[in-house]
C-alpha cells in the first residue's frame, strides 16, 4: 500500500505558473505508475498527465499539452506537476495518484490518491 500527500496548490494569475508535489511513503515508490488527476466544481474527476514507473515515458490530457509537465524523482519517493501558462479553467482541485504496473489515464485504474491540493487561477 502506499500513502500519497499533496503539496503545492495555491492562487496564481492567469499566464502565471505553479509546481505541485505529491510525496509518497509507503510500499517501493518505483513499482508505481503516478498520474495527476483534476476536479473543477461541478464536473467530474477528469486526467490530466501520467508518468511511467521509470520516469521514461509520460502522457497528458491534450488540454495541458505543451503547458503542464510532470516528472518524478524515485529516490525521494517524489511526483512532480510544473504547470505554466495557467488559466481559469484550470482552477480545481488537483489529485495524484498511484497504480501498480503501466500507466494509465482513467480513474478507475487507479488504486491510491492523495487529499487533493487546491488551484485557482485568477482572469
Known amino acids: 500500500q502506499v500513502q500519497l500527500v499533496e503539496s503545492g496548490g495555491g492562487l496564481v494569475q492567469a499566464g502565471g505558473s505553479l509546481r505541485l508535489s505529491c510525496a509518497a511513503s509507503?510500499?517501493?515508490?518505483?513499482?508505481?505508475?503516478m498520474g495527476w488527476f483534476r476536479q473543477a466544481p461541478g464536473k467530474e474527476r477528469e486526467f490530466a498527465a501520467a508518468?511511467?514507473?521509470?520516469?521514461?515515458?509520460?502522457y497528458y490530457a491534450d488540454s495541458v499539452k505543451g503547458r503542464f509537465t510532470i516528472a518524478r524523482d524515485n529516490a525521494k519517493n517524489t511526483v512532480f506537476l510544473q504547470m505554466n501558462s495557467l488559466k481559469p479553467e484550470d482552477t480545481a482541485v488537483y489529485y495524484c495518484?498511484?497504480?501498480?504496473?503501466?500507466?494509465?489515464?482513467?480513474?478507475?485504474?487507479?488504486?491510491?490518491w492523495g487529499q487533493g491540493t487546491q488551484v485557482s487561477v485568477s482572469s
Open positions: 495518484a498511484a497504480r501498480e504496473w503501466g500507466m494509465a489515464y482513467e480513474v478507475g485504474f487507479y488504486n491510491y
Open positions: 508518468i511511467s514507473r521509470s520516469g521514461d515515458t509520460t
Open positions: 509507503g510500499r517501493t515508490f518505483s513499482t508505481y505508475a
